[in-house]
């Protein structure tokens, strides 16, 4: 070929350049990016929006369902999901998942002016929406800040003051504060005295409000100059509120506020969202990396800053880890190239065993020199270092010696032979199979372009298997071509006697020989055997367990906890500080993270935190070991469903790919909300009775609803509305607001309420006091009302696509799958479940989810069969060979089935993955194989003869091949999340050695007719 004349005419460049790429190599090393996992996008937004007052079907037909419609619109929508609560709607926005970063910075744009232009449908009650783009953040490094006598108000203060240092660290896109008691004024008034000296609340309002309102007072001129004029009396302390003076309407008298009301400053009530480490009262602080930043140097500042905190900080606050990604990164980068150098390892002992000392050196320079051009080339694409490119390369390990491997052997025979001079024998042995070797890695390049044109999150998670094995190859291509027949000639010398030596004469050449010679008589029989081997092997996949992803093995996994809907958080706080006081007990536990009323946020990106909701908690529980995880699990389960009957606990390790904990989904669509419910219920019995675990539905149970029965005849006479019963109401309970005090750069909301004795006794309702707007007395809310009554109503409505449903949810049975298990109660649900018109199911969860991700690459297959076709078309100009390839490729589903059934292995997306991977090796060798079988019958005059001697050329870099991937392989097959790819490549790739080395000669003689001492047909 042109690109190894010219190498051989500049071995000196060659050289040098080799040395660049090996130090270049090196030097990239250090600045390549470092994940433990690929990124992958999350491409959802929500939108949030406040109606207060509403239920949650006024929130839904009132401002969920016409956001949803201006949403809807977009072209670039993946699906619109939403969650409509008493006061609330919460949309979710998901978009295709083909996007990139800063495509979606526009999208998000454009669903920002989409919400805007439908916020005048809006009901007039309802406040703004507010779109939340930022919901797929992670922040890597999640910390703790507890203090021993401190308040939350001087935990705030010294949490901002560690965000605002944190925020400085290289590569921290920003830092955020969860679990913050936001402060408010309280204005508690009493009945008694505002009734004695004749005021109304709306008095006390009107007066905070106006004398705190900044209002312009223009600008003085004198003398040319222009002085601005202020006025006073906006509250600057909490005492000039107290000394407000209000004016009593029955006796004309000037009262102070704190005459007939007590303020304080207090936390809000009830909380948002609380937060503790170890039992103690906490703020969360999450670190996010700036995208494309690298992990390590981001955790390594962060350290080096928390270090120089400790220093600054008041005895007694203590900065505590929950999580802390950089560590993990390292650790297990580290176990990955420790995997990757034994790999190296391995690859280079066989090189030298198999192929001698001289051979082994230009063959491991080669692989030594496609790692350091591969590295740099990764750098220059952006392609982090992360478990899955390690992976790659490791599997790519012994596919990269394989070029070299033939284009050395080549050369040998060709010194061996004729005695040609290195260049001549370098020139003839690139040439002769280079243009073989370059479809067939193009073939095995396109064996994996599957995955990486995938639109789906998973597609995103491994699409560097593909980048890094397609530059792998190339790479290793072109240095064939190019290094090796320049150091090929500097370091090959062959003897005298080993010149006039035939070349393959050796006992191994020998015995190969007979072997293909004994099944190319029983052609028919091989044939035979093969096909029951095949069928045996298609049974056994009945055996095997099959699985989406693996769970993440760390030392860590969370328990997520909800009481039944309506409780409030102070119950769901109280419950969960004796859980968290019980696992603390547990031998092998280092810490206990809870945030009560919303998940904590996102530290990872495989975890979705739930919104918020007072009936849920979430405990983050971290161990000395990963070993100690399941039976801690068991130890907190059985704990919780001995003490905590009426709790709905989702005890789980967390995932690998983000799917939900919960894994099957049944989605059941419809109009009526009692008929979802009925439906649901048939359909959760069928789980229970199917040994289902974590069973539960996403509308969960009815609420308390109390409704008081507004009589407009005696509102009207009293001249109260349903508004002043509102307020009253809100004054009674959580307290009305009323205003803003500034202190510093905060902004405290001020609100009014009764006096907690006046609060507490619910019995007593009816004699709660309402004021009108003009009104001097109050009326008892008895006298307004024809009547009141408790009601039950569903605290959420969901829907997806516009459509309300209801998803009846559980996970399978302890040692069962997802797949199997939805499969079984799918049977049921369509003999049991009879749905009327207007009804349908639909199956959701982490088997969607496993059934879109394969689609997703399986959609792309035919394309990539497509390529690989044109690509043999191409080089063999006819369609026999091509069918003779391809007939190999079911057999190797032999070697996978004996290998996942033997190891226990589950047959996972990854080993999915694998598959591709052990098909283009496959096509790959017999690409090569099948051409040189064709080179060789044009040059000799016996066909017969020239199939065994043309497939003993090929033993030995096949042979190499085979062995330096699996055995390289090996150090994977521990691995949770790549084991079962390794047994995929290792059993299926040494069964295919069979398949290449036996087969497919066989085959090739039985479609062409050649027999001994016969010519071919064709």
Not at 610 to 636: H, L
Not at 733 to 758: A, M
Not at 984 to 992: P, R, Y
């Amino acid at each position: 070929m042109k690109i190894t004349d010219l190498s051989l005419k500049n071995k000196k460049t060659v050289m040098i350049i080799s040395v660049i790429v090996l130090l270049g190599g090196l030097i990239s090393y250090f600045s390549l990016g470092k994940l433990k996992n690929p990124t992958f996008s999350i491409a959802t937004a929500l939108v949030v929006t406040e109606y207060p007052g509403a239920s949650p079907t006024e929130v839904e037909k009132q401002v969920t369902e016409p956001l949803e419609q201006a949403i809807q619109r977009m072209g670039s929508l993946k699906s619109v999901k939403s969650e409509s609560r008493a006061e609330l709607s919460t949309i979710f926005v998901k978009m295709k998942s083909f996007y990139s970063g800063k495509e979606l910075k526009q999208i998000w744009n454009e669903l920002r002016e989409r919400v805007g232009d439908a916020q005048a449908y809006l009901p007039s009650g309802a406040r703004r929406s507010l779109v939340v783009d930022h919901f797929g953040r992670t922040y890597g490094v999640f910390l703790a800040l507890t203090g021993e006598g401190f308040s939350y108000p001087e935990l705030k203060k010294y949490a901002k003051f560690i965000q605002k240092k944190l925020k400085r660290c290289k590569d921290v896109a920003g830092v955020t504060l969860f679990g913050i008691q936001e402060e408010m004024v309280q204005v508690e008034i009493s009945r008694q005295r505002l009734a004695e000296i004749g005021i109304n609340p709306d008095q006390i309002i009107r007066i905070l409000q106006e004398q705190n309102k900044v209002v312009p007072s223009g600008y003085l001129t004198s003398g040319g100059e222009k002085i601005r004029a202020t006025t006073t009396g906006v509250f600057t302390s909490l005492d000039d509120i107290k000394n407000l003076i209000v004016k009593g309407e029955k006796s004309n008298q000037l009262v102070l506020l704190k005459d007939i009301a007590e303020l304080r400053k207090i936390t809000v009530e009830p909380p948002q969202a609380v937060m503790r480490f170890n039992g103690k009262k906490a703020i969360g602080i999450g670190v996010s990396t700036v995208s494309g930043g690298n992990t390590i140097v981001v955790g390594d500042a962060v350290e080096a800053e928390i270090d120089e905190l400790t220093s600054q900080l008041p005895a007694g606050l203590k900065i505590n880890t929950i999580n802390f990604q950089s560590k993990s990164v390292k650790k297990s980068i580290n176990n990955f190239l420790l995997a990757l150098i034994e790999a190296i390892i391995i690859v280079m002992a066989v090189l030298f065993v198999s192929l001698g000392f001289r051979s082994g050196l230009v063959i491991t320079n080669g692989l030594l020199f496609n790692i350091a051009a591969l590295i740099i080339i990764m750098l220059m694409l952006g392609v982090n270092l992360q478990n899955v490119s390690i992976a790659a390369l490791i599997i790519a390990l012994g596919m990269m010696v394989d070029d070299s491997v033939v284009v050395s052997d080549n050369i040998l025979e060709r010194l061996r032979a004729d005695g040609s001079s290195r260049d001549t024998a370098g020139r003839e042995a690139a040439q002769a199979t280079g243009f073989a070797q370059f479809i067939a890695t193009f073939i095995a390049i396109c064996s994996f372009l599957p995955i990486y044109l995938a639109k789906s999150s998973t597609g995103q998670f491994c699409e560097s298997l593909f980048l890094v094995v397609a530059i792998a190859l190339s790479v290793s291509w072109l240095q064939a071509m190019t290094v090796v027949p320049v150091i090929g000639g500097y370091l090959f010398k062959v003897k005298k006697k080993a010149k006039k030596a035939k070349a393959y004469s050796g006992r191994f050449y020998q015995k190969y020989r007979q072997i293909l010679r004994y099944w190319l008589k029983r052609r028919w029989p091989l044939m035979l055997i093969m096909l029951g081997l095949l069928l045996i092997a298609s049974y056994g996949f009945d055996f095997m367990k099959t699985q989406f992803f693996p769970k993440a093995v760390r030392p860590q996994f969370q328990v997520n906890y909800w009481l039944p809907e309506g409780s409030s958080i102070e119950k769901t706080s109280q419950d969960l500080k004796k859980i968290e006081k019980y696992i603390l007990t547990l031998n092998g536990v280092k810490s206990v993270a809870t945030s009560v009323g919303s998940g904590p946020p996102r530290f990872m990106l495989a975890f979705t935190p739930e919104q918020p909701n007072p009936s849920y908690g979430c405990m983050i529980v971290n161990t000395e070991t990963a070993q100690d995880v399941p039976g801690i699990i068991k130890k907190v389960d059985s704990y919780l469903d001995k003490h905590f009957p009426q709790a709905e606990p989702v005890i789980c390790r967390f995932s690998t790919n983000g799917g939900p904990n919960i894994g099957i989904h049944a989605r059941i669509f419809g109009p009526d909300p009692e008929v979802l419910c009925k439906f649901s219920a048939q359909a959760e019995a069928i789980m229970r009775e199917e040994g289902g675990q974590e069973i539960r539905n996403n509308w969960r149970q009815k609420v308390k609803v109390w409704v008081p029965k507004y009589s407009q005849p005696r509102g009207s006479l009293s001249g109260i509305n349903r508004e002043d019963i509102g307020q009253s109401l809100l004054t009674y309970s959580q307290g009305f607001p009323i205003g803003i005090y500034r202190e510093g750069h905060n902004l405290l909301p001020i609100k009014i309420r009764f006096p907690k004795k006046d609060r507490n006794n619910n019995s007593n309702l009816a004699t709660v006091p309402v004021w009108g707007e003009q009104g001097r007395n109050s009326v008892p809310l008895g006298a307004v009302v024809n009547s009141a009554e408790l009601k039950l109503e569903n605290p959420v409505i969901h829907r997806l696509h516009r459509f309300r449903y209801i998803s009846a949810m559980c996970n399978p049975p302890e040692g069962g799958t997802i797949n199997d298990f939805q499969k079984k109660l799918k049977k049921r649900f369509e003999k049991e479940l009879s749905l009327p018109d207007g009804y349908w199911l639909e199956w959701g969860g982490l088997y969607k989810l496993m059934k879109s991700s394969n689609k997703s690459v399986s959609v792309k297959v035919p394309i990539a069969l497509i390529l690989m076709l044109i690509g043999i078309i191409i080089l063999f100009d006819g369609l026999i060979q091509p069918l003779m390839i391809i007939l190999t490729l079911p057999l190797s589903i032999i070697g996978i089935s004996f290998g996942m059934v033997i190891f226990q292995k589950p047959f996972n997306f990854l080993a999915t993955m694998g598959f591709y991977c052990l098909l283009g090796i496959m096509i790959r060798n017999g690409v090569i194989l099948v051409q040189e079988i064709d080179r060789t019958i044009k040059k000799q005059d016996d066909p017969y003869q020239s199939v065994v001697e043309a497939s003993v050329t090929r033993i030995r870099p096949v042979l190499i091949t085979a062995f330096c991937t699996s055995l390289g392989m090996i150090p994977l097959i521990s691995d949770v999340l790549f084991g079962s790819m390794a047994i995929t490549i290792i059993s299926g790739l040494l069964f295919a050695t069979i398949i290449t080395l036996v087969y497919l000669p066989v085959l090739y003689a039985l479609l062409h007719r050649i027999y001994p001492k016969q010519k071919t047909n064709r």
